[in-house]
């Protein structure tokens, strides 16, 4: 059982270039999401490759997979993304007190 909180999972996953530009696109083809071969095109990514940071995604639960036929189609966990943005967020703009000077 991973002690990791599921925040830090998200952003580790999206701390891999591919794996944010994937992100990002799939930001951009909004709800409807796109098949797997479609990613792979846009971005230049070899199949084996895609599947391997797409799995990083899946797993840190920012990416969604839904079989539609014989097609996988990838589309963005939007309240899972709030959620991080919501705790990157969460405390802006309230201050930091400075530490108290030891004694």
Known sequence: MSTTSPHARALA?????ARLSIFRLLVKAGEDGLRVGDIGEHLGLAPSTLAHHLSSLVDAELVIQEKRGREVFNRVDYP???RVLNFLMSECCEGVLAPKEAE
């Open 13 to 17: 996953a999206l701390g891999h270039d």
């Open 80 to 82: 899972a993304m709030h």
